[in-house]
C-alpha cells in the first residue's frame, strides 16, 4: 500500500527556516517522481517543486512568485524520506503543504497517484 | 501557465441525485486532465484521469468526460461520503488546478 507522511509544520518568523519531511512507503522510491503542492488559506492548489526519483533532478515553476532560491530538496535513500527545506519564509508561504507521489517520472504526462494528508506551516510574527 | 476555471464553486445537492461538475482550461490539455476528491483533514484523492479513466478503486457513479477545454466530472447518484471539494488539475503543460468544486447536501 503506498503511503506518504508529511511532517515538520509549524509556526516560523518571517525570514525564517523549516524543514519539511514526507516519510514514503509502498512503491520504488527511485522510479517516480515526489511533487510538493501547498494550499494557501482562500487559495487553490499550487505546485511548489518536484523532484524527479531516479537522478534527482529538481523543477520549480516558472511563477514570479515561485521559490526557487528559498525552497530545496534534499533525499535520504535509506528511510525513503524527502525533505523540503524552506529558507527566508514568507507570509505569503503559509499553507498546508502536501507532499505526493507522481503516476511517473518528471518529463512525460504525470498526475499525482498518492498523497499525503498535509502539514501546516504558519508563517507568522 | 495553463488557467483552470471550475464551476460552479459550490453545488447544492440531495442524496441520490445526480451532480455535474464543470472545468475549462484556458487553452487545450488534450486529455490530461485529472479530479481529486478532498474532504476536511484528509489527503486529497486521485478519482479520474487521462479525462475520462476512473482511479483504482473509484465508484462507477463518478464518470469523467471532455477534451481540449471543456471537461466535465458527473457523480450519477450522490452518497453521503461524496460530499467534499473536488479540483481538476491539467498536467499537459507541468501542472495546473482548478479552484474547486464544493458540493455540499441540499
Keep these: 500500500e503506498v503511503q506518504l507522511l508529511e511532517s515538520g509544520g509549524g509556526v516560523v518568523q518571517p525570514g ?3 524543514r519539511l519531511s514526507c516519510a514514503a512507503s509502498g512503491f520504488n522510491f527511485r522510479s517516480y517522481s515526489i511533487i510538493w503542492v501547498r494550499r494557501a488559506p482562500g487559495k487553490g492548489l499550487e505546485w511548489v517543486t518536484g523532484f524527479r526519483g531516479s537522478d534527482g533532478t ?3 515553476p516558472d511563477s514570479a512568485d515561485s521559490v526557487k532560491g528559498r525552497f530545496t530538496i534534499s533525499r535520504d535513500i535509506s528511510r525513503n524520506t524527502l525533505y523540503l527545506q524552506m529558507n527566508s ?6 499553507a498546508i503543504y502536501y507532499c505526493a ?8 504526462s504525470i498526475y499525482f497517484d498518492y498523497w499525503g494528508q498535509g502539514t501546516l506551516v504558519t508563517v507568522s510574527s | 501557465e495553463i488557467v483552470m476555471t471550475q464551476s ?3 453545488l447544492s445537492v440531495s442524496p ?3 451532480a455535474t461538475l464543470s472545468c475549462r482550461a484556458s487553452q487545450s490539455v488534450s486529455t490530461n486532465l485529472a479530479w481529486y476528491q478532498q474532504k476536511p483533514g484528509q489527503a486529497p484523492r486521485l478519482l479520474i484521469y487521462g479525462a475520462s479513466t476512473r482511479a483504482t478503486g473509484i465508484p462507477a457513479r463518478f464518470s469523467g468526460s471532455g477534451s481540449g477545454t471543456e471537461f466535465t466530472l458527473t457523480i450519477s447518484s450522490l452518497q453521503s461520503e461524496d460530499f467534499a471539494l473536488y479540483y481538476c488539475q491539467q498536467y499537459n503543460d507541468w501542472w495546473t488546478f482548478g479552484q474547486g468544486t464544493k458540493v455540499e447536501i441540499k
Design chain 1, 89 to 94: 519564509l514568507r507570509a505569503e508561504d503559509t
Design chain 2, 8 to 10: 460552479p464553486a459550490t
Design chain 1, 101 to 108: 507521489k507522481a503516476s511517473g517520472e518528471i518529463g512525460a
Design chain 2, 16 to 18: 441520490g441525485e445526480r
Design chain 1, 58 to 60: 529538481t523543477y520549480y
Design chain 1, 16 to 18: 525564517g527556516s523549516l
